[in-house]
């Protein structure tokens, strides 16, 4: 069974910072593209960042931009979220997921297992 699991979520204040960590299991996702994605209250859910199964390729939304920063692990099968000077707007559950081919994409529908979310609130 694939699993898709997401942590390092929580309470933090602007302006602090986070990591966000999914561990995938059931299979090894070293020859596809990871990304994250997040959804707000009321909102739907959108691209975050997102790379390639080299780790040559980012794409970090621009909402997020120099302050997010996406990597990889393929040995442990892992993909982290590093999110700096949070902000209020940035508060959302944050999705983990794997495409099903190697590039990078920010296109929600070229991924193929997601996992449950993790709650990220940021106070003003």
């Known amino acids: 069974q694939v699993q898709l699991v997401e942590s390092g979520g929580g309470l933090v204040q602007a302006g602090g910072s986070l990591r966000l960590s999914c561990a995938a299991s059931?299979?090894?996702?070293?020859?596809?593209?990871m990304g994250w994605f997040r959804q707000a209250p009321g909102k739907e859910r959108e691209f975050v960042a997102t790379?390639?199964?080299?780790?040559?390729?980012?794409i970090v939304a621009e909402s997020v931009k120099g302050r997010f920063t996406i990597s990889r692990d393929n040995a442990k099968n892992t993909v982290s979220l590093q999110m700096n000077s949070l902000r209020p707007e940035d508060t959302a559950v944050y999705f983990c997921?794997?495409?099903?081919?190697?590039?990078?994409?920010?296109?929600?529908?070229?991924?193929?297992?997601w996992g449950q979310g993790t709650l990220v609130t940021v106070s003003s």
């Open positions: 997921a794997a495409a099903s081919f190697g590039w990078a994409t920010p296109h929600e529908n070229d991924y193929k297992y």
């Open positions: 059931g299979r090894t996702f070293s020859n596809d593209a």
């Open positions: 790379i390639s199964w080299t780790r040559m390729q980012t």
